[in-house]
Every structure is written in structure tokens, then in C-alpha cells.
């Protein structure tokens, strides 16, 4: 029942920061024991697992990406945001906000956006 729908600028430039929001409803971001991620997928290319931030407000990112990725959320707003700085044209991508859960050692994406396209371009 849980939705997520991505939201944020579809152009950026070379260099700036890529700010997108992900808004919850049906269920709450501080429910144990639920992860909130970020995926990608560029052009022709496969999916690309960001990072996320947990239900207790831990984060965990991809090591490509860590020194320019910063994931955080807003409690009050039910909100979650993805910030990637420093983005260049092979950041272009279609940016997917999902519900991660984990069973043993093993994680699952079991709920996702619709996905927003995002272009860095001049």
C-alpha cells in the first residue's frame, strides 16, 4: 500500500548540485525495520544503487559515490532527499526512490517510484 513519487528540477548544470525529494504516504519513514534508497539507471546502462538512510536515521552509501552523495530526510513531512553535487553528464540518469527491507543478511527492493529523468547538461 506504501507509494513513493520522486520530485525535482529534470535539468541540471555541469557542476551544480542535483537535489531531488522523495514524499511517502501509506506508510511512515520510521518504521522498523524499513531502509529508504536511491537508485539510478543511466542510459543503457544497469541500476546503480546509491544509498539509503534507515528507519532510525543511519546512512549508507555506494563507495563510487559517497564523496558526493548525501541522503537525509524530513520526519515531519514524511520526505526523504537525495543530494549528488560536483554532477557531470554521465550523472544523467533516471532517479528511482524505493523501500528496501532486509531478512537475514539479504535486502529486498520491494517498493519503488515511478522514476524522474534527469539530465546534466550546459
Known amino acids: 500500500q506504501v507509494q513513493l513519487q520522486e520530485s525535482g528540477p529534470g535539468l541540471v548544470k555541469p557542476s551544480q548540485t542535483l537535489s531531488l525529494t522523495c514524499t511517502v504516504s501509506?506508510?511512515?519513514?520510521?518504521?522498523?525495520?524499513?531502509?529508504w534508497t536511491w537508485i539510478r539507471q543511466p542510459p543503457g546502462k544497469g541500476l546503480e544503487w546509491m544509498g539509503s538512510?534507515?528507519?532510525?536515521?543511519?546512512?549508507a552509501y555506494s563507495p563510487s559515490l559517497k564523496s558526493r552523495t548525501s541522503i537525509s530526510r524530513d520526519t515531519s513531512k514524511n520526505q526523504f532527499t537525495l543530494q549528488l553535487s560536483s554532477v557531470t553528464p554521465e550523472d544523467t540518469a533516471v532517479y528511482y526512490c524505493?523501500?528496501?527491507?532486509?531478512?537475514?543478511?539479504?535486502?529486498?527492493?520491494?517498493?519503488w517510484g515511478q522514476g524522474t529523468q534527469v539530465t546534466v547538461s550546459s
Open positions: 538512510i534507515g528507519y532510525s536515521g543511519g546512512n
Open positions: 501509506g506508510g511512515s519513514i520510521t518504521t522498523n525495520y524499513y531502509y
Open positions: 524505493a523501500r528496501e527491507y532486509s531478512s537475514g543478511g539479504d535486502y529486498y527492493l520491494a517498493s
